[in-house]
């Protein structure tokens, strides 16, 4: 991904950001978009009510057939969008800093994952419950809100302040995104659906190289040895010949397996460590790499893994890409995280868009509750870090 940048928001703190300026007997901007919040509560309402309740009968009334549960399913996904036009409402007249819930996560499991991530959305249950509740509510506001503009119009601004204030509490209590928990688990739901395709997409990588590689050197091999066999008799010396070349096959039938093997999980990192593992890969890299590795100890096998072919990946981006004439790369633990850094002289210019597989590298340290930023400024240099969670080797269950 190209850099990350988080805005600092100021926290959805109702004592702070979102608290009204002190009512005035006169009217100003805020008493009127208060004012017009508590008119429009009685449409929208109404609305939020009668969709809520087609929905609920609808769905609960043909739940025994095929076609209910998909119904419930799809209104409650109609009921998140309720919320969201809420929300806009609240943050628009009434001064409300509220974020937005999180999405729900992409299911890639077809229809029935589709259908049970919508009908357990806590969201979507929390708006239907918002819209059940609000139509006696939107009532009494808009008839009170009225009869005050012509009969109460010296304490209205009061009137308004003190039922938009249980507007707010209702927006937030129904329609903000529930605790951090909720969030990190729709987050983690959507990960997975990255580790689960990138893990597919290794397997068919392996399965290709073995297809167009070792296996059909190895069956031009045994073409070879039976031609040889035939002649071994009639003509010993294109025998000899012919056994020469396919000696020459099985040699690199073996460093093609051995090549693979390493892709799939090097000996060097499983006997040595990430250290040593690292200065091996700096030593195949076109560009002379500093190779910086401060761990005690290693991490446990999986991180040390996916740290592994992190700097793999990158080091083989500045030999293609990046133009460099030196790069580096500092692998050390800060607190329960390992930090990665690998950084190059060369023209920059690194992003996510640019096809040399970085956003694969992103997506697959989120999928383990890690970070991947990129520093690449057009001319250079380039700065890549990856953050991933430390776990003790010596915690991992036995294998």
């Known amino acids: 991904m190209t850099e990350r940048i988080t805005p600092a928001s100021p926290p959805d703190d109702p004592s702070d950001g979102d608290r009204p300026p002190a009512v005035r007997l006169a009217l100003d901007p805020v008493t009127w978009k208060e004012i017009s919040h508590l008119l429009v509560n009685l449409p929208a309402s109404i609305v939020g009510f009668v969709y809520v309740v087609a929905m609920l009968a609808t769905g609960a009334g043909l739940a025994v057939t095929v076609v209910g549960l998909p119904l419930l399913a799809a209104g409650l996904r109609g009921s998140r969008q309720l919320g969201k036009l809420e929300r806009a409402r609240a943050r628009g007249l009434l001064g409300l800093r509220i974020d937005e819930p999180s999405p729900l996560p992409v299911r890639r499991t ?4 589709w259908l049970w991530s919508s009908l357990k959305d806590p969201v979507g249950w929390r708006a239907v419950l918002y819209d ?5 509510w939107g009532i009494a506001t808009f008839t009170i809100t009225l009869v005050s503009l012509f009969v109460l119009w010296p304490v209205l601004p009061f009137i308004a302040r003190g039922l938009t204030n ?10 903000s995104p529930s605790d951090e928990l909720e969030r990190r688990i729709a987050e983690l739901e959507s990960d997975r659906g990255v580790v689960v395709d990138t893990a597919a997409a290794d397997l068919r990588r392996i399965e290709r190289d073995l297809h167009d590689g070792a296996q059909a050197r190895l069956v031009n091999l045994a073409m070879g040895l039976g031609l040889a066999k035939e002649k071994l008799l009639e003509d010993p010396d294109a025998a000899a010949s012919m056994v020469d070349e396919a000696h020459g096959e099985v040699k690199l039938a073996l460093q093609e397996l051995r090549d693979l093997a390493r892709g799939i999980h090097p000996a060097v990192l499983t006997d040595r460590g990430l250290d040593a593992a690292l200065s091996a890969i700096a030593s195949r890299c076109t560009v002379p790499v500093k190779v910086t590795a401060e761990l005690e100890s290693r991490p446990a096998a999986a991180i040390e893994g996916i740290a592994y072919f ?5 080091l083989q981006n500045v030999s293609k890409h990046s133009g460099a004439r030196s790069a580096s790369v500092d692998v050390w633990r800060t607190d329960e995280r390992l930090l990665i850094q690998v950084s190059d002289d060369g023209r920059g210019g ?5 096809g040399t597989g970085m956003a694969g590298l992103a997506d697959r340290l989120g999928a383990v509750d890690g970070l991947f930023v990129v520093e690449s ?4 240099p380039t700065v890549i870090t990856a953050e991933l969670p430390w776990r003790d080797r010596q915690n991992e269950p036995a294998q």
């Not at 077809?110 to 994952?113: A, E, I, M, V, Y």
């Not at 059940?132 to 006696?136: E, G, H």
């Not at 690194?350 to 640019?354: P, Q, R, V, W």
Request: charged share 20%; proline share 6%; glycine share 22%.
């Open 132 to 136: 059940l509740i609000r139509l006696p």
């Open 377 to 380: 400024p057009v001319g250079g």
């Open 110 to 113: 077809g229809f029935f994952g």
């Open 166 to 175: 249980v507007d707010r509490a209702m927006v937030r209590g129904l329609l």
């Open 350 to 354: 690194a992003g996510l868009d640019g």
């Open 310 to 314: 992190t700097v793999s990946e990158l």
